[in-house]
């Protein structure tokens, strides 16, 4: 049976679908994790020690196969890229969810798709959006209205306004490191650049964990079962798994299949969300949903015709 799914996955096409099942429902199950592993772990000490591990494991992997090593400039520019990406978007999202359902969390951090098209616009001056572009942000804001605006909300559905804003901030600083990225001299090795950027996110967010005084009076025995298997499951599942699926996606299709992610993971985590921690999914919600999930379609779909990113540019995860 075993040498039966081996010859499967060498089969033309395979691979990829593997790869982007796990992209798929991975990186959208990722937030009902963090939820689950913020409920007794402090929230930067769990996320620091999520990143700084699996960094550790994929670099070393790496190195022990024969991977170049990193100059001290490339350290320095995938630290600060680790900085935005992982420690500042990373870290909003896991202290938002302290206040936000983890399927609304990620519908919110969906419109990263936005914020990556405005910043190139205007950072890196890939010329105006076109009119469908912007009929994407448009929709995608009315959808952000909807879902967070406090005159459409009842007692049950509550969209805490500052969870809202972090996660906001989590998406443009998301996308804000992704556009630097785009002009950064890197690694030869994507996955040797993804682990340094993984490595210095934990380590920022376990100075994070510090500051925020999550060491004192710390107490291990207090972190549930629940707990620690999520956050063994956002280490190896959604970093080092999901990450390196991704990668693989982005050397064997096109920018137009790739970025279909950005609109699944949202359905996923909403759906994992009211199946398994009984988060409210009400009409309100299905119609927000129905326009970011739009708006990110719309802009993928007219960006990459015009050719506007390279797949690198392209959005990853907050997760």
């Known amino acids: 049976m075993v040498a039966a799914f081996k010859r499967t996955l060498n089969l033309p096409g395979a691979k990829l679908i593997v790869a982007f099942g796990s992209v798929y429902i991975v990186w959208g199950s990722t937030y009902l994790a963090i939820r689950f592993a913020i409920e007794t772990i402090p929230t930067f000490l769990m996320a620091g020690t999520r990143f700084l591990i699996s960094g550790i494991l994929v670099y070393a992997y790496l190195r022990l196969r024969g991977r170049d090593k990193p100059t001290f400039k490339e350290w320095r520019i995938e630290s600060f890229i680790g900085l935005l990406l992982l420690a500042m978007a990373n870290g909003s999202v896991v202290m938002a969810e302290h206040t936000i359902p983890s399927g609304l969390a990620a519908l919110i951090v969906a419109t990263v798709s936005l914020w990556m098209v405005l910043l190139n616009w205007l950072w890196n001056k890939?010329?105006?959006?076109?009119?469908?572009?912007?009929?994407?942000?448009?929709?995608?804001?009315?959808?952000?209205?909807?879902?967070?605006?406090?005159?459409?909300?009842?007692?049950?559905?509550?969209?805490?306004?500052?969870?809202?804003?972090?996660?906001?901030?989590?998406?443009?600083?998301?996308?804000?490191g992704s556009v630097y990225s785009k002009t950064a001299h890197h690694p030869k090795s994507p996955m040797i650049s993804a682990s340094m950027q993984m490595i210095s996110g934990g380590?920022?967010?376990?100075?994070?964990?510090?500051?925020?005084?999550?060491?004192?009076?710390?107490?291990?025995?207090?972190?549930?079962?629940?707990?620690?298997?999520?956050?063994?499951?956002?280490?190896?599942?959604?970093?080092?798994?999901?990450?390196?699926?991704?990668?693989?996606?982005?050397?064997?299709?096109?920018?137009?299949?790739?970025?279909?992610?950005?609109?699944?993971?949202?359905?996923?985590?909403?759906?994992?969300?009211?199946?398994?921690?009984?988060?409210?999914?009400?009409?309100?919600?299905?119609?927000?949903?129905?326009?970011?999930?739009?708006?990110?379609?719309?802009?993928?779909?007219?960006?990459?015709?015009?050719?506007?990113?390279?797949?690198?540019?392209?959005?990853?995860?907050?997760?």
């Open 126 to 176: 890939t010329g105006r959006p076109n009119f469908g572009i912007i009929s994407g942000i448009i929709i995608g804001f009315i959808g952000l209205i909807i879902l967070v605006d406090p005159r459409n909300i009842s007692d049950t559905t509550n969209v805490d306004p500052f969870g809202a804003f972090l996660l906001l901030f989590a998406s443009f600083t998301w996308a804000a």
């Open 203 to 319: 380590i920022f967010l376990l100075l994070f964990s510090a500051l925020n005084g999550e060491y004192s009076g710390l107490d291990l025995g207090l972190f549930s079962v629940k707990s620690l298997f999520s956050l063994g499951y956002l280490i190896f599942f959604g970093s080092i798994i999901g990450f390196g699926s991704y990668v693989y996606i982005l050397r064997h299709a096109s920018p137009a299949h790739v970025s279909t992610y950005a609109y699944v993971n949202p359905v996923i985590a909403v759906l994992l969300g009211w199946a398994f921690a009984d988060e409210i999914v009400d009409e309100r919600i299905l119609i927000a949903a129905t326009f970011i999930i739009l708006s990110v379609i719309l802009i993928t779909k007219f960006r990459n015709g015009k050719k506007q990113f390279a797949e690198h540019d392209l959005p990853k995860s907050a997760e």
